[in-house]
């Protein structure tokens, strides 16, 4: 059944000393983004300047609050205040207008009518990214995992990123191997435990074994493929 997903433009966020600034993507996004840069970067491949040398975080939290990286290189610019209470005599800049509100209407009806107006003034209401680094997907797109709040009260999503990473870490582990990689992942482990028991009845023949050995190998390959074709993306400022 096709879930709900539940769209927020804008997460402002606030850093004592700092101005409040938004974020168009979830946290775990970034989060990813660091942890997939930092293993590139410890692979000698190539990743943004402006993320600094990884290998002096071992937390992406430190590097989230860090004023020189993190939050700074994924923030939406300011905006300043888009509403302001003006006179007759306030200065207008091209794209503003001075409109009269009756104060004593019902709220909601001065919101409605006021959005009226807007749309007649054509404001945009897709609202394009200006951060610095941006992902390629929207943010409903991105299997970082989710909680209650982005999806209807109940759905969770996997966080395909983070297996995708801890399979490609499970291959360099093996030295290489996919299918010591699926074993070390417990892929194998039903499997291993009826053959080396001569249970192998229970999957018809050693053919048909092999067989889901194969799957499994090549689910590891998938995973390694989408963890370089990530590298690949970053090392041109974007991500997944």
Same mark, same amino acid.
């Given at each position: ?106 709220? !909601? ?13 054509? %404001? ?19 299997? %970082? ?38 074993? !070390? ?56």
């Amino acid at each position: 059944m096709r879930q709900k997903w539940t769209n927020r433009k804008l997460f402002t966020v606030k850093f004592t000393g700092r101005e409040p600034r938004a974020l168009l993507w979830r946290k775990p996004v970034y989060r990813e983004w660091f942890w997939y840069a930092k293993l590139a970067q410890e692979m000698r491949k190539k990743i943004p300047r402006a993320f600094g040398n990884l290998r002096k975080f071992d937390d992406f939290e430190e590097w989230w609050r860090d004023e020189r990286y993190g939050f700074e290189l994924f923030c939406e610019k300011s905006t300043g205040e888009l509403v302001t209470e003006a006179t007759s005599n306030t200065p207008l800049e091209t794209d503003e207008i001075l409109i009269k509100v009756n104060l004593k209407g019902d709220l !909601e009806l001065i919101n409605r009518d006021i959005h009226k107006l807007l749309v007649t003034k054509d %404001v945009n209401d897709d609202y394009t990214s200006t951060a610095r680094f941006q992902p390629s997907r929207q943010m409903k797109h991105i299997a %970082v995992g989710a909680t209650d709040t982005e999806f209807e009260e109940g759905v969770k999503r996997q966080n395909k990123l983070g297996d995708y990473r801890t399979t490609y870490l499970a291959v360099r582990n093996c030295g290489g191997s996919y299918k010591d990689a699926a074993k !070390e992942l417990g892929w194998l482990e039903e499997m291993d435990f009826y053959l080396q028991r001569g249970l192998i009845d229970k999957y018809d023949t050693l053919l048909q074994y092999q067989h889901i050995v194969d799957n499994k190998v090549k689910k590891v390959k998938r995973h390694v493929e989408q963890v370089e074709s990530i590298f690949t993306n970053i090392s041109n400022n974007t991500f997944p």
